[in-house]
């Protein structure tokens, strides 16, 4: 939950929702019920990721080979389909909300990409992937499906996940963004993740009320993490992401597990 300051853009309300576009400190951002912030963007960098969160979810990307097809979920204001677009030259995205005006003011405020790299999908995530299901295979799923009431209900779902389970390619990744204030919805989630991938990294992101989880078809390739300082410095250079100090939440994480569950390690 943020506090939401600065020059007003935007307010509308939609289905019983209120929508602000909010400019502050040379952000722009995009606020649900006037204090749930969903998304910024620097007009002057908007393939940057403002957000924690949104590069938590992308902690991930060295344990891939490549990157052709990226299927997003939940655009809001779109800095995922930025950053994508930016990052990924070659890759094809599908990007799928099922509100209209969200899509709109995307359009409108947040500079979202739209070509024949980048196609817009208005409808709803699970009959989205029920109908791609036989013929897609995605290497990047990325789920960020949130308004003021929080998580979408029939997206953070067994079924939901059993279709993302279906249509990743065998080396690819899905990672999901959650609001962590409720750890028995986060309990479910998990285990909705774990009965259709095998591996599975969850971290909760630092300062915020989030976490994330990574999950992919197989046991977590941890060897893709072990890397030497200089490629570790390229491969920062190359996605504008602070991948090690990110790395270390995941084992501090870890460690704490260990703690709880067996208090000989503590």
Same mark, same amino acid.
Request: hydrophobic share 45%; charged share 25%.
């Given at each position: 939950?943020?506090t939401?300051s600065?020059?007003?853009?935007?307010r509308e309300?939609?289905?019983?929702?209120?929508?602000e576009?909010?400019?502050?400190?040379?952000l722009?951002?995009l606020f649900?019920?006037?204090?749930?912030?969903?998304?910024?963007?620097?007009?002057?960098?908007?393939e940057?990721?403002e957000?924690?969160?949104?590069r938590?979810?992308?902690l991930?990307?060295p344990?891939l080979?490549s990157?052709e097809r990226?299927?997003?979920?939940?655009i809001?204001a779109?800095s995922l389909v930025?950053?994508c677009? @930016?990052?990924? #030259?070659e890759?094809?995205? /599908?990007?799928?909300?099922?509100?209209? +005006?969200v899509?709109?003011l995307?359009?409108?405020?947040f500079?979202l990409?739209?070509?024949d790299r980048?196609?817009i999908?208005?409808?709803?995530?699970l009959?989205?992937?029920?109908a791609?299901?036989a013929?897609?295979?995605?290497?990047?799923?990325?789920?960020d499906?949130?308004?003021?009431?929080g998580?979408a209900?029939?997206?953070?779902s067994?079924?939901f996940?059993?279709?993302c389970a279906?249509v990743?390619?065998d080396?690819?990744?899905l990672?999901?963004?959650?609001?962590?204030?409720?750890?028995?919805?986060?309990?479910?989630?998990?285990e909705?993740?774990?009965s259709?991938?095998?591996g599975?990294?969850f971290?909760?992101v630092?300062?915020r009320?989030?976490?994330?989880i990574?999950?992919f078809? @197989?046991?977590? #390739?941890?060897?893709?993490f /072990?890397?030497?300082r200089?490629?570790? +410095?390229?491969?920062?250079e190359?996605?504008?992401?602070?991948?090690?100090?990110?790395l270390k939440?995941?084992?501090?994480?870890?460690?704490?597990?260990?703690?709880?569950l067996?208090?000989i390690?503590?």
């Amino acid at each position: 939950m943020d506090t939401i300051s600065g020059e007003l853009l935007h307010r509308e309300e939609w289905n019983g929702d209120l929508v602000e576009i909010v400019v502050n400190d040379g952000l722009r951002s995009l606020f649900f019920a006037s204090r749930f912030l969903q998304s910024s963007m620097s007009p002057d960098h908007p393939e940057r990721l403002e957000l924690s969160y949104t590069r938590y979810m992308l902690l991930g990307l060295p344990a891939l080979d490549s990157i052709e097809r990226i299927l997003i979920v939940g655009i809001g204001a779109g800095s995922l389909v930025r950053y994508c677009h @930016h990052h990924f #030259p070659e890759s094809i995205i /599908d990007a799928v909300d099922n509100s209209p +005006l969200v899509i709109a003011l995307a359009r409108r405020y947040f500079l979202l990409p739209e070509n024949d790299r980048v196609r817009i999908h208005c409808e709803d995530g699970l009959a989205f992937l029920a109908a791609t299901a036989a013929d897609r295979r995605y290497d990047l799923i990325l789920v960020d499906a949130f308004d003021h009431r929080g998580m979408a209900a029939n997206i953070y779902s067994t079924p939901f996940f059993m279709q993302c389970a279906t249509v990743l390619a065998d080396e690819g990744m899905l990672s999901c963004n959650l609001f962590s204030g409720d750890a028995g919805r986060l309990d479910a989630i998990r285990e909705s993740i774990a009965s259709c991938l095998d591996g599975q990294i969850f971290v909760p992101v630092p300062d915020r009320g989030n976490a994330v989880i990574l999950a992919f078809r @197989h046991p977590v #390739p941890w060897g893709r993490f /072990d890397r030497s300082r200089e490629e570790w +410095l390229a491969v920062e250079e190359r996605f504008n992401l602070e991948f090690r100090a990110m790395l270390k939440v995941v084992r501090r994480q870890s460690r704490s597990l260990l703690q709880r569950l067996f208090p000989i390690f503590s």
